[in-house]
């Protein structure tokens, strides 16, 4: 495999933050703030010895960092036996890439103790440019005898040598899980490449994890070269056929699945129609069953019952004279009762009468439905989409209280775990202009869902408290990265709860004057500090026209 798809393969699917030229001291602050960094490239920023003491230090306090680069900060042994503090210890570290480091050999002996430790998770090595020689081989040999984590290791432009090259060879074996080793320019001549070749050419090396070696650069005759290339692509293909094999098994093992799933149905179907055939049998024998023993159930009920209904005949006849005596008495009631409702009906009407003369009605007073206005539909000519970002919730919470109060027609869309969606109204030159805020989580689980939101959006606003300066420095390190990757819209950023600032200021506390310049500085386009919604709704109309300008 060659080199460069060796790095992109490694690289694939990380987000790339460089942090730029920091002192060592913040950049320490920002690997310990609790969040995850894929990538962080310190490459040609003049660490030193000095400067790794302060990345040691984050890495053996468990900060998240998959990959690291430390290319070209004059680091030597000596800042190798800081680093090696860090990197026994942490449990998130799978990239390092130290080229063009004078190390040496007491550095790369350093780094392969380091390699032996349980707690040490490494995949991958870069060390190339680093003043090592053959002899310091055996070190690395031994660290991978012990260690099961490192897949590839870059050892190009390095003094290796023959020697060197035939310790190498020893790590090409069935327990070491080496699959890449690099070893451009190194100095190596036939009998190095020959001490590789007799370990491909073992029939046991088919079985072994080891898959690529890349060997340019060095004068090997062509012929081995060429026999070394037929034995790592005859293993590749191996690796493949066996792959297809497993595949059309999986094939195979699927239509079978398929086919008896297909014969269980048809089972199933065949047995419902025979249950279905004997119940309507069953059904007919006990219905005929029942029909028997239902007339003779009759019979006795029949017989039973005339002696019953004479008793009941008498008593009906008792209770059919006492009913009509209180019918009677019923009627004679309801008579009363007529009479009273006629005589209360002439009184109110003469009431009426009485009241018709005193006031006579003004029927002008009476409206008529011509009067009577319809409610107008309003339609909005413009709509405008803006997420809001940030790393504190309660910062965000005061900037959603703001917009809701300063929305006409507020209303929540949707609300839940990662994200809070209400629209409403704001005018803007006496037009209506259709407002939507998208409250995303800062939570790192839904940094999926919040770049689907950005994707969608027209404008993005990132909250911070002005007094606290870490809330505000992870606006250039997080949030205007992760927006800007998924394209480019305008960004502002709001300072919120100004009235906490200390007066005289603290170091903690963002200036006004601080918090519009370093803005501007981050990239984005405009810095407010709300404090109330009527700020919310002339915030409002500097961003919608800000981003009509750049649609245009």
């Known amino acids: 495999m060659e080199y460069d798809n060796c790095v992109s393969l490694e690289a694939a699917g990380h987000l790339f933050k460089k942090i730029g030229d920091h002192d060592p001291k913040t950049i320490s602050k920002v690997l310990m703030n609790g969040k995850s960094h894929p990538l962080i490239k310190l490459e040609n920023i003049n660490l030193g010895d000095e400067g790794v003491k302060t990345i040691s230090k984050a890495l053996g306090q468990q900060a998240i960092v998959s990959s690291l680069d430390l290319s070209s900060n004059s680091i030597t042994d000596i800042g190798i036996k800081h680093l090696c503090e860090g990197i026994e210890s942490n449990r998130y570290l799978l990239f390092l890439k130290l080229d063009n480091n004078p190390i040496g050999d007491q550095g790369l ?51 290796i040598s023959n020697e060197g090259a035939i310790i190498l060879s020893k790590l090409i074996n069935g327990s070491s899980r080496l699959k890449n080793l690099s070893l451009f320019f190194c100095g190596i001549g036939d009998a190095g490449a020959n001490a590789f070749l007799h370990q491909f050419e073992n029939p046991e090396f088919i079985k072994y994890r080891f898959l690529a070696l890349t060997i340019k650069g060095n004068k090997i005759n062509t012929g081995i070269i060429e026999s070394i290339n037929k034995c790592l692509i005859g293993k590749k293909n191996h690796i493949k056929t066996e792959r297809m094999k497993a595949e059309h098994q999986k094939m195979i093992d699927d239509q079978v699945k398929l086919k008896m799933k297909t014969v269980n149905l048809e089972m199933e179907k065949k047995m419902n129609s025979i249950q279905l055939e004997s119940k309507k049998k069953l059904e007919e024998e006990i219905n005929s069953i029942n029909e028997e023993s239902k007339k003779k159930l009759d019979e006795r009920i029949n017989n039973i019952n005339e002696e019953s209904k004479k008793k009941l005949n008498e008593k009906l006849k008792n209770i059919e004279k006492k009913e009509e005596n209180l019918n009677a008495r019923d009627s004679e009631f309801i008579n009363r009762v007529k009479q009273f409702e006629k005589e209360k009906e002439k009184k109110k009407k003469e009431n009426q009468l009485q009241q018709s003369t005193e006031n006579p009605i003004n029927k002008s007073l009476i409206p008529s439905s011509s009067n009577i206005k319809k409610p107008i539909k309003k339609k909005y000519s413009d709509s405008i989409i803006i997420v809001i970002a940030g790393d504190k919730t309660k910062d965000k919470e005061l900037l959603i209280e703001y917009c809701m109060s300063a929305l006409e027609d507020c209303r929540i869309e949707a609300e839940n775990d990662f994200e809070k969606i209400f629209t409403g109204i704001i005018q803007i030159d006496n037009k209506p202009i259709h407002f939507t805020f998208v409250n995303t989580s800062s939570d790192d689980r839904y940094s999926r869902l919040r770049a689907l939101q950005y994707e969608q959006a027209d404008a993005a606003v990132i909250a911070f408290t002005t007094n606290d300066r870490i809330s505000f420095e992870d606006i250039p390190f997080q949030w205007i990265p992760e927006i800007e990757f998924m394209g480019k819209i305008p960004i502002f950023i709001t300072g919120m709860y100004p009235e906490k600032r200390s007066n005289p200021l603290k170091p903690t506390d963002i200036s006004v004057e601080e918090g519009r310049t370093t803005s501007l500085k981050f990239g984005a386009s405009n810095y407010f500090e709300p404090t109330n919604s009527l700020d919310i709704r002339n915030i409002s109309q500097i961003v919608y026209k800000d981003v009509k300008k750049k649609k245009k």
Not at 123 to 130: F, P
Not at 135 to 146: F, G, I, P, R, W
């Open 109 to 159: 002996k350093l780094l392969c103790q380091s390699l032996k430790s349980k707690q040490c998770v490494l995949k991958s090595l870069y060390i190339s440019e680093c003043d090592i020689t053959g002899k310091s081989m055996e070190y690395l040999v031994d660290a991978l005898s012990v260690n099961h984590t490192l897949e590839t290791i870059h050892l190009n432009s390095n003094k």
